[in-house]
């Protein structure tokens, strides 16, 4: 939810209530309070790699929190998905019913006036909901995807699972507190809002932007010309122009309630560096963009993008895997491709490997079996810091790179494997014979 409409802070209404539901019924996700060596006023915060989901930061991100209008990256994942499975098109026209118009006319929320009866392209209400947080336009579009918003919400919830996210639940499509949807709430409690945490926040917003980059067109739009002559500014104040702008920023999504108190989920790219930092439950609606702009200052000062391990490596004294039933006894193995890492500077050499071989690869004495073909995964490489914290990737993978072999080799025809054999029962009883003549001196 936006209580934004008219750039004002509002009094917390459903706090109480809301406080309460959380501690009982989603305490599970809950994590103690971290230290925070940043001073964020945020309850909550993240900071992911936009392109690869490494963690460089994160605190309380665990923690399940109110989300508000940061819902609306759900709704907008899966606008975009069904554009793209031709469900519906940018063209496509909606008519607003008597609910819908009469949400958009609601006092003190984000809204661009609808008027009922009227027709407006799934484009129109779309920019209405990414840029300004129009909560009317989001139902408009979540009734024409599903027939109803409560069929929507629970669309969202199940796209929720698919993506991974594991600490969230969606009662709407706006991110509003029910109460607010005038007695026409979907699904849970009257005083019910949505929930998730920094870390499936931050998924969500990875997977909207790498999944549908078209997303950042809307997303970094600052301010929304509409058809009714008037222009709506983003809440979205760290776009450039606005009041918080920060050199890079191209979205993303903004949110605010009595309960979420203040979040900002904001993407930003520099020299081809591109982060994504969520902060919840900040203390206003100014403190969440200074808390934003402190994670984006801390990312670009203290990372750098790394080469920690080359395309083709090999580790020291694993070069090789050893091979049956083959033309070669051994086959030399190798990453398939580099491992790059958002370090900490100066910190490159803090680094160790660990070569992890597939054992259903391997008969029971640990070789490979003929035929093998070049780039064959046969394991992999893992690379963790020797000091320091691992917060890993967000989509809860490590650092890691494919082994494979690095040529072919062919299986050996029964001729040679004959020979082989019969070498090798030669050389056995030679072995024997030797043994037993060592022992007569």
């Known amino acids: 939810m936006e209580i934004e409409k008219n750039q004002q802070d509002y009094p917390h209404f459903h706090f109480c209530f809301c406080s309460c539901y959380v501690a009982i019924c989603l305490s599970t996700g809950e994590a103690e309070a971290e230290s925070d060596n940043l001073g964020l006023k945020a309850e909550a915060a993240i900071i992911i790699d936009g392109k690869t989901g490494q963690i460089v930061y994160e605190k309380n991100a665990d923690k399940v929190l109110g989300i508000a209008s940061m819902s609306k990256m759900m709704t907008e994942y899966i606008i975009m998905e069904s554009i793209e499975n031709g469900k519906i098109t940018w063209d496509q026209k909606v008519k607003i019913n008597k609910y819908v118009h009469d949400l958009s006319k609601a006092p003190n929320l984000s809204n661009v006036g609808l008027t009922e009866g009227e027709d407006y392209t799934v484009k129109e209400l779309y920019q209405a909901m990414a840029v300004y947080s129009g909560n009317a336009a989001t139902v408009a579009l979540a009734q024409l995807v599903s027939g109803s918003e409560k069929n929507f919400v629970k669309l969202m919830n199940e796209k929720a699972k698919k993506l991974g996210l594991k600490n969230h639940k969606f009662v709407n499509a706006s991110g509003l507190n029910n109460s607010n949807l005038l007695g026409e709430y979907p699904t849970g409690k009257k005083d019910e809002e949505n929930v998730m945490t920094a870390t499936d926040t931050a998924l969500l917003a990875y997977r909207l ?5 078209e997303v950042l067109k809307y997303a970094s739009i600052s301010k929304l010309k509409f058809r009714d002559g008037k222009e709506y500014p983003n809440f979205n104040w760290m776009l450039p122009g606005l009041i918080f ?9 903004t949110g605010s309630t009595d309960f979420a108190g203040y979040g900002h989920t904001g993407t930003v790219i520099r020299d081809g560096q591109r982060y994504i930092t969520v902060v919840m439950k900040s203390t206003t609606k100014n ?21 920690i391990l080359p395309a083709n490596y090999q580790v020291k004294g694993k070069e090789t895997l050893s091979v049956v039933k083959g033309k070669e006894k051994n086959v030399n193995i190798q990453s398939k491709k580099a491992i790059e ?12 490997t660990e070569l992890v071989i597939d054992k259903n690869k391997l008969d029971k004495d640990g070789k490979l079996t003929a035929p093998i073909k070049k780039g064959e995964k046969v394991g992999y490489i893992t690379v963790t810091p020797k000091n320091g914290k691992d917060y890993g990737y967000i989509n809860g993978d490590s650092a ?13 025809n029964w001729f040679v494997l004959s020979m082989r054999a019969v070498g090798g029962f030669f050389g056995d009883v030679w072995s024997s014979v030797s043994s037993t003549v060592k022992g007569w001196f």
């Open 287 to 307: 403190e969440r963009f200074r808390d934003s702009t402190k994670l984006m200052d801390y990312a670009y000062a203290t990372f750098e993008k790394e080469k």
């Open 400 to 412: 890691k790179v494919d082994v494979v072999a690095a040529e072919s080799v062919e299986k050996a």
């Open 245 to 253: 702008e920060y050199k890079g920023v191209d979205g993303l999504k």
């Open 341 to 352: 890492l958002l370090v900490e500077n100066g910190e490159k050499e803090n680094y160790k």
């Open 209 to 213: 932007i790498n999944d549908y980059p």
